[in-house]
């Protein structure tokens, strides 16, 4: 099997967060056949241990470094196919792509003395729990930490936005639509109105996207039973790097006090995580994109990644790396470029023997 095949029977599995037990069982035989002592974890991650002489056990070298990536998807079924060179189907991109490219980099780095490098391939990054970096978290102290995002064979991505996720409930007599209530949606939009309101004024001398605060809608249901009317709304919220906790006390206060009636919970929080591109990792990178004949771009990204979750736990330099077009994640057409994946495994490779 090459990487090739690996990666695309790795997009055959079918598993959305929540169900990748299968998929981590073949990654985990993957590893084993290119050296790794690998295993599924108590939380369901595919990890693999590459060690350098007198590196000893998992959490004992005197140098770790963690490449993470995950294995879980979105739903959609998109069949797998192979055409003109790409790879189509769920997970291609978002992030099976990066994960592949982590695993057959890694495969071809041998380890200095007392040096161990971690793969893991972790499940449940596309839900709000980040089960399996979380998981991981407690048990490494990595020098270094590469997440597997798509961010193209010649970028990296050195920033993410916060996340807040907010899910509004409530609930009225049923009535005529022409009634002076109002429809039980009514409060709903306004609530929506309030929220890009509170987002304008934040960003009003902020021109910057990864400096802005961004409100996202979505999801809205109305329904009735012929006696009570219902709403339940989920909105979200990318959070910039300034985006402390005081404006996130003031903005849910904001909510409270103005839906007193409803029912609002706030969760999924995370805070926006940014490394220097001066860093360790990102300049290595810099260096290998630039001999394999590229021109190294740095990327902050509006969406979140378990960079988020790790970046404040580890406080070590951590980017993200991967091949791919992040504007096809989640999409119908999610594609990857074989040839770009071969490429970032080079890349990849090259900068993990520089380190």
Known sequence: MNAVDFLTRLVEIESVSGN?????AFCVERMHE?????????AGNAVGLKRGPDAGGEASAARTIVLLGHIDTVPGHIPVRVEEGRLWGRGSVDAKG?????????????PPPNTTLVVVGAVEEESASSKGARHVAPLFAPELCFIG????????????KGRLLVDYEAEQPGGHSAGPEGAVGEEAVRLWNVVVGHCEAYNTSRPKLFDRLLPSLRSFRTDSDGLTDRVTVRLGLRLPPAFCRAEREAFEGLLLEGFPDARLRFSGHEGAWTTPRT???ARAL?????RAGGRPRFLHKTGTSDMNVLGPHWNCPIVAYGPGDSLLDHTPTEHL????????IEVLSDALATL
């Open 34 to 42: 290119l050296g790794f002592d690998a295993r599924v974890d108590e």
């Open 337 to 344: 470029e074989l040839a770009e994946y071969e490429r970032a």
């Open 98 to 110: 990066s994960f592949a490219t982590f695993v057959e980099a890694t495969a071809r780095v041998t």
């Open 279 to 281: 860093s360790v990792p």
């Open 149 to 160: 995002e798509p961010s193209a064979w010649d970028a990296v991505t050195v920033g993410y």
């Open 20 to 24: 990748e037990a299968e998929a981590a």
């Open 286 to 290: 810099a260096r290998a994109i630039t």
